[in-house]
């Protein structure tokens, strides 16, 4: 696949993929609206780095992020909301909370798993970020619960009904061009990151224990 610099700059700037679905899903909160997730990096990240072992230049904790609106910081990457809280406004849905923050466990409109400085590759921030294929194992936990309380059919209503939005690539990308050591010209390296954020999609991911 040839793979133009304009194209490269052009995943740079964000790989996003949003899928819309429309229905009702179950029980409860769950029969009044569409629930969302969200996965990704610094662009979605609603705090979730607040709770990891991570360093300062990937938590933003502190003023003046935050200070349009949050009060005190919320842990985005941003002076204010960012593009998924914008999403559930519309949506008539409340913020939508970070999958780790230990205040809230039962997620009844959806659960946002994103991690500032995270990418499709594993290796991208190793060890200071949550990847993204962890996104997805938290996703096939928070499926578990929503399964035990729901049942099957109400649980894969509910999923099926809901909106997934994800934001991936652009930290890649950055390490890539930024690695003067690496072998791989920068066409294969697309590829890989587009190869494996193809697999994100499409994996179904097992449940931690």
């Not at 780095?49 to 941003?78: A, V």
């Not at 909301?81 to 519309?90: G, Q, S, T, Y």
């Not at 099926?160 to 920068?186: K, M, P, R, W």
Request: glycine residues 8%; proline residues 5%; charged residues 15%.
């Amino acid at each position: 696949m040839a793979v133009t610099k304009s194209d490269l700059g052009f995943v740079l700037i964000l790989s996003c993929l949003l899928i819309l679905t429309s229905g009702q899903s179950s029980q409860g909160h769950f029969n009044k609206h569409v629930a969302l997730f969200i996965f990704g990096d610094s662009l979605f990240d609603p705090g979730n780095n607040n709770y990891i072992n991570t360093t300062p230049d990937f938590q933003t904790n502190f003023w003046p992020n935050g200070e349009s609106y949050f009060n005190p910081p919320s842990g985005r990457f941003s002076d204010g909301r960012l593009i998924p809280d914008f999403i559930a406004e519309f949506a008539r849905l409340p913020l939508i909370p970070a999958y780790l923050d230990p205040h809230d466990n039962e997620f009844l409109y959806g659960a946002n798993f994103a991690s500032g400085g995270s990418g499709v590759l594993v290796e991208t921030n190793a060890g200071v970020v949550v990847d993204m294929r962890t996104h997805l194992q938290y996703f096939a936990n928070l499926e578990k619960h929503y399964r035990h309380i729901l049942g099957d059919a109400k649980d894969d209503q509910l999923l099926s009904d809901a909106v997934y939005l994800f934001s991936c690539g652009g930290n890649d990308y950055q390490i890539f061009l930024s690695n003067n050591e690496t072998s791989l010209h920068h066409e294969q390296y697309v590829e890989m990151v587009i190869g494996n954020m193809s697999d994100v999609f499409k994996v179904r991911p097992v449940p931690m224990l």
